[in-house]
């Protein structure tokens, strides 16, 4: 009887297994729906290649939306009134952007979430001097390109209305016709979006600005279902991930926005020399080169820049060394102050009018390197005067600080090191600038604590369009040229430092350089005429003190050098190892980290750049590294690319992994610095293992990170930790 009931659980478990087998060529897995949609020709948004394969900023959304729908999509090329007339006949089952209207609404379903933002512009030839932005009596019985069906045309006809000009429409069945018509000069101007725009044309006029949808047909609300489920997980993930694709695809557009109107035209044309007042002493910003008589600085080349876009011509003149530039505008006559850190509250009281912004000046934080902070309690905080809008910045971002203000980087700076601030807030530029600001007693905390907008301040004396130019033109500019502009001040010769600086730079240092000629002075007098030979006598024991000391100090400097790379100014190989032998033998159950850093494909830096390109980005590299490290951190250059960073007393693997990524982040802000890294570490409790165990470890777990892709870490922790 057990053998049946035993046979019996065989036959069914082969009958289960049986069925199974059989379900899975009866019912396969479903494959992904395929959603057709329909592909607009418009510039950079869905785009075909030659291998049939779309590309743009809606193939790229519509990518996304596909890792949550499951999606796959067949495009299906036509002209917008198609596209719809498609759509709503089943032909295709999706379409994009779109803006919505009461009548589209009547045979289309509109996502929840838009898929772009689109604004209605009047495009016109760059060449076309007859035509200027926002020229309504000149827009009078002008020609416009349309393309037939589009929601914008109406919207157009409304604003032609309310500004009381007529104009004669052309309507085309593509966007490529469009703009082909607008070459050929068949029309005078066309009606698109912002999407469309090139540097043949100007822009005249913006009309409207409206979100732009996803559509489907009335008929397929699970379509449309599935899509804003797919939407809402990717506004989940990236609140701003529509704003960052637009920054991908058309965030050079901004720029060429910026178009003058007939007056500001005029104005340019009739506009003599624009008087200029700068600094005269904020290298390498701007500053007065007193043996050449000249005002050099990258905001000077970079205004020189927008002299060339704009039209303007500018004449540069020095303010007066320690006073505002405010107090400066009516002896110079001025009127531009060229940078200014404006508070967002300031009005214009002062009679001054403020461009848009055309710098972020980021700061990095200075301290002793003796005494830690703690950046969350109260800190006194030392800022420049004229850094108004960082201070608002810093009092919003840490409400306990206390910020005390000076008229100069290197007061701050002196505040640190006499007490009377426990930390400073200087320029990081002026910083990598200067290697010497900092002296032998202070270094930075934080190599990007804050950062705040410059601004142009144009005065009363000015044309009120001059404020309107400027700001036009710093947009059409954009960020590369004053970037650069920075970028090659910092690496050139410099500024040339003459005696006034010395004085107002260090003046301990002259003041204990004049008393020490003085007292060498009445020192020669005294021996002239006191030849007595006990006072020679005690003269040459005293000099031969100074040569002891001289020699002691010579001992120190040579010992130093021999423990210096001369290179990156870190430890050199030797002694690098040498102080993490001795760290871990004193390590005492505490935990260690040890960083093994090498530069990703250096060779290619060498051999194609040439070794003078990569010395700079290997002394990029060590000023960096020694930047984000703590006080008793160990950091030295331990072969041609490879770094070592040694560090006790570590948490936690978290806070090693925020050391790494901090590392990582002031690389990238070094402009100095254009190659990448990777990172093998390693943790250990002291006394669990010998250097050359820490070491092995590290550089295995180097090799992993480069195998992973490389610019990245890899952490491995000891076997009682357990790996990563």
Not at 2 to 11: L, Q, S
Not at 272 to 296: A, H, M, N, Q
Request: glycine share 8%; charged share 25%.
């Amino acid at each position: 009887m057990r053998e049946c009931g035993r046979y019996i659980k065989y036959i069914w478990l082969t009958v289960f297994l049986a069925l199974s087998i059989s379900a899975l060529f009866l019912f396969p897995a479903r494959a992904a729906d395929k959603v057709r949609v329909g592909c607009v020709d418009i510039g950079n948004f869905i785009q075909m290649d030659p291998d049939g394969r779309a590309y743009g900023y809606g193939a790229e959304y519509l990518d996304k939306i596909a890792e949550y729908a499951g999606w796959e999509y067949e495009y299906v090329q036509a002209s917008w009134e198609e596209c719809l007339k498609m759509l709503k006949t089943g032909e295709i089952e999706l379409l994009l952007p779109a803006e919505y209207s009461e009548e589209r609404a009547k045979d289309y379903l509109f996502s929840s979430y838009e898929c772009c933002f689109d604004f209605v512009a009047l495009v016109g030839r760059r060449t076309d001097n007859r035509l200027y932005y926002d020229d309504y009596a000149g827009f009078d019985g002008m020609r416009v390109g349309m393309i037939k069906g589009n929601y914008l045309n109406g919207l157009f006809e409304e604003y032609a209305g309310s500004h009381g000009f007529t104009y004669e429409t052309v309507l085309y069945d593509t966007g490529t016709k469009l703009l082909n018509a607008l070459d050929r000069e068949e029309v005078d101007a066309i009606i698109n979006g912002n999407m469309e725009f090139n540097v043949n044309q100007k822009l005249l006029a913006k009309i409207d600005y409206m979100p732009a949808y996803f559509i489907t047909s009335v008929k397929r609300p699970d379509l449309m279902e599935q899509l804003d489920q797919a939407l809402k997980q990717v506004f989940i993930e990236n609140p701003y991930y529509s704003a960052s694709l637009y920054d991908k695809y058309y965030g050079d557009m901004e720029g060429q926005f910026a178009e003058f109107t007939r007056e500001e035209i005029q104005f340019i044309k009739g506009s003599g020399p624009v008087t200029v007042l700068i600094s005269p002493d904020d290298y390498p910003f701007e500053w007065y080169d007193r043996p050449s008589k000249t005002c050099r600085g990258a905001f000077v080349d970079y205004m020189r820049y927008l002299g060339k876009i704009s039209g303007l011509r500018f004449d540069f003149v020095p303010g007066s060394s320690g006073s505002s530039l405010k107090d400066d505008i009516a002896d110079e006559d001025a009127q531009v102050i060229m940078s200014i850190f404006r508070n967002r509250l300031d009005s214009d009281d002062e009679g001054l009018s403020y461009t848009s912004p055309f710098y972020s000046c980021s700061f990095s934080l200075v301290g002793k390197r003796d005494e830690a902070l703690n950046l969350s309690a109260h800190q006194r905080i030392a800022v420049v005067r004229q850094a108004e809008g960082l201070m608002e910045l810093l009092k919003k971002k840490y409400p306990l600080w206390e910020v005390l203000t000076f008229g100069t980087p290197e007061d701050c700076l002196k505040a640190v090191e006499d007490g009377t601030a426990d930390c400073a807030m200087v320029s990081s530029i002026k910083i990598s600038a200067d290697r010497n600001m900092l002296g032998a007693r202070l270094l930075v905390v934080d190599g990007s604590t804050a950062s705040a907008s410059v601004y142009m301040a144009v005065t009363e004396q000015a044309d009120p369009l001059l404020v309107h130019v400027l700001s036009k033109t710093i947009a059409k500019a954009g960020s590369s040229p004053i970037d650069e502009a920075v970028y090659r001040t910092v690496l050139s010769a410099g500024e040339r430092k003459g005696f006034s600086y010395f004085v107002r730079t260090y003046p301990v240092q002259f003041a204990v350089t004049v008393i020490a000629i003085s007292l060498m002075v009445m020192g020669i007098i005294f021996i002239s005429y006191d030849s007595r030979h006990q006072k020679l006598q005690n003269l040459i024991l005293q000099k031969k003190n100074e040569e002891l000391k001289a020699a002691i100090a010579m001992q120190k400097l040579l010992r130093r050098k021999a423990q210096t790379d001369q290179l990156t100014g870190l430890t050199n190989k030797t002694t690098t190892e040498e102080l993490c032998r001795a760290c871990i033998e004193d390590a005492d159950g505490k935990n260690l980290a040890l960083f093994i850093l090498d530069l990703d494909d250096f060779k290619h830096i060498n051999d194609e750049r040439g070794h003078q390109a990569g010395d700079t980005v290997l002394k990029a590299f060590g000023a960096t590294l020694q930047g984000c490290i703590r006080q008793d951190d160990i950091a030295g250059r331990i072969g041609g690319d490879e770094f070592m960073l040694f560090m006790s007393g570590v948490k936690d693997k978290e806070q090693v992994a925020r050391s790494a990524e901090r590392i990582y982040t002031a690389l990238k802000e070094n402009p100095d610095f254009n190659a990448t890294c990777s990172m093998g570490i390693v943790l250990a409790k002291g006394g669990q293992m010998p250097y050359e165990e820490m070491f092995r470890k590290a550089d295995a777990a180097l090799y992993a990170a480069k195998d992973s892709g490389k610019n990245w870490y890899h952490i491995t922790e000891t076997a009682s930790e357990g790996e990563s």
